[in-house]
């Protein structure tokens, strides 16, 4: 049986991460879900108020981050993919050796947010004695089995995303012709019309990684 664990970590446990200590309302977003063998989670949005040349200059300032490059701007934040020098601290070290997988990942203000997906008890616990051993300040706020988890979570999908997902589906914003157009979603939504590609975007991501790449992988 597969568990979710919702754990809460200081900006310290996250190359990069740091930069939340420097500047306040400031929230970095996970924007893709990179497999954790690889030791990596380059695609990072920040949302701040109009201050990215300053915190660009802090994240490349960064012992940790070899280079810092920008993808795509939106109305309400930037994208940036984030390539390491190879270096693995303790917590990511942790979610690697314990096969983990990332669902999700924030942080603001005090702490990261993360939601790490095991696929057997006996993971959890190795995962948890990794981060003791290496005294890493990891808080676990919630742990589940997948049994619990709705039907966003369970194709990796924030509520976010589902909920986006599904208005585009019940708007006709996939019919042909289109029966519902991007500003038309945000409005509905109450968003602007990048977030709405945005989490479209990542939403079908996952939702495809999920059903139609596993099947692919397992030879279905």
């Not at 996250?14 to 990596?40: A, I, K, M, N, Y």
Request: hydrophobic share 40%.
């Amino acid at each position: 049986m597969a568990f979710v664990a919702e754990v809460t970590v200081p900006p310290a446990a996250v190359s990069f991460g740091r930069v939340l200590d420097r500047h306040d309302d400031l929230t970095l977003e996970l924007d893709r879900v990179v497999p954790t063998q690889h030791g990596r989670m380059p695609f990072v949005i920040v949302r701040a108020d109009d201050r990215y040349d300053r915190i660009e200059g802090d994240i490349r300032a960064d012992p940790t981050v070899r280079r810092l490059e920008s993808i795509e701007r939106f109305e309400d934040g930037r994208l940036y993919r984030i390539e390491r020098n190879g270096t693995v601290g303790a917590f990511a070290r942790a979610i690697v050796e314990s096969g983990a997988t990332v669902t999700s990942g924030v942080g603001a203000g005090e702490a990261w947010s993360f939601e790490l997906r095991f696929r057997d008890q006996g993971r959890v616990e190795q995962f948890q004695a990794r981060t003791r051993e290496n005294d890493v300040d990891l808080e676990l706020d919630r742990l589940r089995t997948t049994l619990e988890v709705d039907p966003a979570s369970r194709y990796d999908l924030t509520e976010k995303q589902y909920e986006t997902l599904v208005t585009a589906v019940e708007s006709g914003f996939f019919e042909t012709p289109r029966q519902a157009t991007l500003a038309e979603l945000g409005d509905e939504l109450d968003v602007s019309k990048a977030a709405v590609t945005g989490r479209l975007r990542r939403g079908l991501t996952n939702l495809l990684s999920q059903t139609v790449v596993q099947c692919a992988e397992r030879g279905a």
